[in-house]
């Protein structure tokens, strides 16, 4: 893994695109939650939904990893699980971009 | 601790009583994570959620126990928590509902 660094401007931009990615992903999370509790004719429902936050909470703690030693794998995953679009990580070096789409390539 | 005998009837009771608070419990819970979701500005109430969730299938796990031998405990509690009235154990023997009252008074 190829050792990054971060410019004062890069950090406001990665912080920004991380905080708008975990935003979509809260509140895709809370309309599911809605629709299963709309969506069901038993009360049972309410354990279905815990068992859907607790492996949403897991999901979410492992792919959030604020990290600059991380990042350019974070955001990769999150431009290829559709929480980011790659322009907003416009700002970036080339470097970082170049690499976070060479990892979108591979998988 | 009484060990007590169900006749068949009482049998037929006890599991309807158990199930009907058990069905109030749980429609209460779903109308408590429904007002969450309402009133919440943030999507991280979400995690509020989980932890509420959290909590009620600990409780709910301790508190509904069908072993007979445990029977009379669990509708004393029930009947203190407000989830069962104590007329929907009629049909028990006396003594259990004696049981059950003394269980009442004391704390």
Redesign the interface.
């Known amino acids: 893994l190829i050792e990054f660094s971060w410019s004062k401007t890069e950090k406001t931009i990665a912080r920004a695109a991380f905080d708008r990615a975990l935003?979509r992903e809260?509140?895709a999370?809370?309309l599911e939650?809605?629709g299963m509790?709309s969506r069901a004719a038993s009360?049972?429902?309410?354990?279905e939904?815990?068992d859907y936050?607790?492996e949403?909470?897991r999901e979410v703690d492992e792919r959030y990893d604020f990290r600059y030693s991380q990042l350019v794998r974070v955001f990769a995953i999150l431009v290829r699980e559709g929480w980011l679009n790659e322009d907003e990580l416009a700002g970036l070096a080339p470097d970082k971009l170049e690499a976070i789409r060479k990892i979108l390539s591979i998988r």
């Not at 009360?43 to 354990?47: F, G, I, N, Q, T």
């Open positions: 935003e809260l509140k999370i809370r939650v809605q509790l009360d049972r429902v309410v354990w939904i815990l936050l607790r949403k909470q």
